[in-house]
Each structure stands twice: as structure tokens, then as C-alpha cells.
């Protein structure tokens, strides 16, 4: 299984709804990433869980809260969001250790907050 | 500073050769990698090169590094129309940040 899995895969929702979105992966990997790209960009990170502790949160606004259960699991709840928040939203993972990682993307959830 | 940059379209013949082209900020001990975006979808890791070697071939993809210049290219071969997607370099940083820069993508649009 060399897949990253995530859920919803489209989402709409307004400015004071709370929504989650939830990745999921079975290669062991130890490492787990949030990445948000807009329309013609390239992904920028926004969190970085290694052995279930967040290690990087580049500056994302309060209203993004990251959560990682277990291993396996990464969820981003979502609160209180803007429209310019509208973006397609990656989960990735990656095996730690060793030097280098190779990156596995999930499909990503389209968000459109209105 | 984290600065990785790409052309930003491409167009060739179906059976061509594409050839799309990065440069990558200078860091030590890295590594860069190659993704495909097909629209509406995630990124897929077609390939990646450590930065102390110069090529790397794998199938229809060649990666060539050129270290001094901090150059990095990825020729496909015999390019077909399901090659047409986003392509982004991307430099992983082994210092204390530990993290992926991507490039800002090449548009590849093959012709039939």
C-alpha cells in the first residue's frame, strides 16, 4: 500500500462553519505533512508532524489546527475560515531518517469557503 | 533563501523529447526531486537525484544535475500526451528547517 488517503475530497463551506479534513496512510511512514496550493502555484507547507509531534508550523493563522492521533492519521480542523483561504489542500508523508525524503502526496481535498 | 525556479510552459510533439528545466538555491547535502500534477489531482514523485551525482536515468526519464551552476533539468523521451501536466522541481533542506521547497511548476502541453 503506497497510498495517502484523504478525505473529503471536495468541501464547501461558509465562514462560521467547523469542518476537519483527514488524512490517512499505511506505509509506516513517520513523518506527515499539510501543504496548501492555490490555483497555478506551487505547494507551500504548513505543518510538519514527525513521530506524532508537530515539528513545523510556518506561521499558519490560528483558524488551521492540526491534530495527529497516531501514526497514521493527520486531520486539520478548520474553523472560522476566510474565502482567500479556498485552496486545494495536500496531506503528504514520508519515512524519516536517512537523509532525503521522498514525499508521497495524497489527491487533496478542494476547499471553497464562502 | 529558499529559491527554486522553472519555466513556466512548454509545448512539443507527441513523440518528442521534452526537456524542462529548474535552478535550486545552493545548500549543502541535498536532495531534488521531480513531481507531476495532473489536473484536479495530487502531486505524483516521478523521480529524484542526490546532489552528489550528475545523472540519473529511469525508464523514459533522464535527471541531469549540474552542480556549479545549480541547474537541474528532466528530459522525458518519446513524450506522449498523458505526459501533458504540471511539472515542479522541488529541494529538500537538510538544515535545521527540514523541508521542501517547490519550484513554481512548468506547464508541459503535448500536441498530438
Known amino acids: 500500500d503506497t497510498e495517502v488517503t484523504q478525505t473529503p475530497k471536495h468541501l464547501v463551506m461558509g465562514m462560521t462553519n467547523k469542518k476537519s479534513l483527514k488524512c490517512e496512510q499505511h506505509?509506516?511512514?513517520?513523518?506527515m505533512y499539510w501543504y496548501k496550493q492555490k490555483a497555478k502555484k506551487p505547494p507551500e507547507l504548513m505543518f510538519v508532524y514527525s513521530y506524532e509531534k508537530l515539528s513545523i508550523n510556518e506561521s499558519v493563522p490560528s483558524r488551521f489546527s492540526p491534530e495527529c492521533p497516531n501514526s497514521s492519521l493527520l486531520n486539520l480542523h478548520l474553523h472560522a475560515l476566510q474565502p482567500e483561504d479556498s485552496a486545494l489542500y495536500l496531506c503528504?508523508?514520508?519515512?524519516?531518517?536517512?537523509?532525503?525524503?521522498?514525499?508521497?502526496f495524497g489527491s487533496g481535498t478542494q476547499l471553497s469557503v464562502l | 533563501g529558499e529559491d527554486v525556479e522553472q519555466s513556466l510552459f512548454l509545448s512539443v510533439r507527441e513523440g518528442d523529447s521534452s526537456v524542462i528545466n529548474c535552478t535550486y538555491t545552493d545548500s549543502s547535502s541535498t536532495y531534488l526531486y521531480w513531481y507531476k500534477q495532473e489536473p484536479g489531482a495530487g502531486l505524483q514523485l516521478l523521480t529524484y537525484?542526490?546532489?552528489?551525482?550528475d545523472m540519473k536515468q529511469d525508464q523514459r526519464l533522464t535527471v541531469l544535475l549540474n552542480k556549479k551552476d545549480k541547474h537541474l533539468s528532466l528530459r522525458i523521451a518519446d513524450t506522449q500526451t498523458g505526459d501533458s501536466a504540471i511539472y515542479f522541481c522541488a529541494e529538500f533542506w537538510m538544515d535545521s528547517s527540514y523541508k521542501l521547497i517547490f519550484g513554481s511548476g512548468t506547464r508541459l502541453l503535448v500536441r498530438p
Open positions: 537525484i542526490f546532489s552528489n551525482m
Open positions: 503528504a508523508s514520508s519515512p524519516v531518517g536517512g537523509g532525503g525524503e521522498k514525499l508521497f
Open positions: 506505509m509506516g511512514h513517520r513523518a
